[in-house]
């Protein structure tokens, strides 16, 4: 079982739409989770971290962590289509790797 | 500007003849990694490297061979490449390990193996 699990999509959403992207995780000691977007023949770029659980809110962008069922969610407020990407979550194991979900691609269409 | 670069960007080599992907970062910073992307596998770790001299093995280092003789760059090696080693790959670095850092991605090398 990979460590953390994502539905690849696609999402396809009008513009101003709100979207909720999710992942969940299998082991228990992750601290730090975090969410990269990754543009069409770029390299991913980090969006957001949160540690342990709650919520963590940036502009339009709201990060949530579950631990208590193993979810991670990302939400993004009147999506507009330069949201239109592929989403990764991700979650530091021993500390020395990120493990990757195997990313959500998002279409915001206008 | 603080940036990740690759080179080159794409390639395309035969079977079995050596080749290396280079990565340079220029913001001084202890850990960089390498990492494959192919579709509905997701990013993959490959090798990283704590610091100059300390490297180890991610979830997929099999035919891959990686240095850190410089703080700055962490060279991929493919001593014999196989058509299964076809992929994009991209290197990372971050101020260190151990922590929320942000992992700097570099453009992406699209390697093709015929």
């Known amino acids: 079982q990979k460590e953390v699990e994502q539905d690849p999509g696609p999402l396809s959403v009008p513009e101003g739409a709100i979207v909720s992207l999710n992942c969940t995780y299998s082991?228990?000691?992750?601290?730090?989770f975090m969410w990269y977007r990754q543009y069409s023949r770029k390299g991913p770029e980090l969006l957001m971290y949160t540690y342990s659980s709650g919520n963590k809110e940036d502009g339009r962008f709201t990060a949530q962590v579950d631990k208590s069922s193993k979810y991670i969610s990302l939400f993004i407020r009147d999506s507009q289509p330069s949201d239109s990407a592929t989403y990764l979550c991700a979650n530091l194991n021993s500390g020395y790797a990120l493990n990757f979900g195997k990313g959500t691609s998002l279409l915001v269409t206008p | 500007e603080a940036q990740v670069t690759q080179n080159p960007r794409y390639l395309i080599t035969v079977t079995g003849k050596k080749l290396t992907v280079t990565c340079s970062q220029n913001?001084?910073?202890?850990?960089m990694s390498w990492y494959r992307q192919d579709p509905g596998l997701g990013l993959r770790q490959i090798y990283y490297?704590?610091?100059?001299?300390?490297?180890d093995k991610g979830d997929v280092p099999e035919g891959y061979k990686v240095s850190r003789k410089e703080k700055r760059n962490f060279p991929l090696i493919l001593e014999s490449p196989s058509p299964n080693q076809t992929s994009l790959y991209f290197c990372a670095s971050s101020f260190r390990a151990g922590g929320p850092y942000e992992q700097y991605f570099g453009p992406g090398t699209r390697l093709t193996v015929t």
């Open positions: 913001m001084n910073h202890e850990y």
């Open positions: 082991n228990s000691a992750f601290q730090y």
């Open positions: 490297s704590m610091n100059v001299e300390v490297t």
